[in-house]
């Protein structure tokens, strides 16, 4: 068994595919049209045929409440490893993003943790 595929739920998909490319680097896989939505998917361009991130619309009911309590709570709903916490915080911040927590050390990793501008929180992290 294996990880195929992973959905982080947006409030927009258009929005989340702009800042999961855009801004965090990770490439379109698929777009598939289905209805009022789309079969979404990225990759890293690390792992072109790696686990796939599906970009997928917040519209069932649970989606909301379940997104504002993970974040009420501090919880990101994915972590992504990058070779420098440190560096990529920087890169991010520059690029305007809002980090819900600045670099920390956590043992055996270094941890940061932003706003996904789509209604969820990341965490990054890199081996210390």
């Given amino acids: 068994m294996k990880i195929t595929m992973l959905s982080v739920m ?5 929005k989340g595919l702009a800042f999961y490319t855009d801004v ?3 490439v379109k896989k698929t777009e598939i ?24 619309p917040d519209a069932h009911p649970a ?4 997104k504002a309590a993970l974040v009420a709570d501090g919880i990101p709903v994915v972590v992504f490893e990058v070779a420098d916490v440190h560096k ?3 890169r991010l911040r520059d690029l305007g993003v809002r ?8 043992g055996p990793v270094t941890t940061a943790v ?5 209604g969820n929180l990341i ?3 890199s081996p210390n």
């Fill in 24 to 26: 965090l680097g990770f």
């Fill in 10 to 14: 947006v409030d927009d998909q258009d």
């Fill in 99 to 106: 980090f819900t927590q600045e670099p920390a050390d956590m």
């Fill in 114 to 118: 932003f706003d996904d501008t789509c």
């Fill in 33 to 56: 049209p289905m209805g009022e939505f789309r079969w979404l998917t990225v990759v890293s361009p690390e792992q072109p045929d790696g686990t796939e991130l599906v970009i997928e």
């Fill in 123 to 125: 965490q990054i992290h």
């Fill in 88 to 90: 990529e915080f920087e």
């Fill in 63 to 66: 989606a909301k409440p379940w």
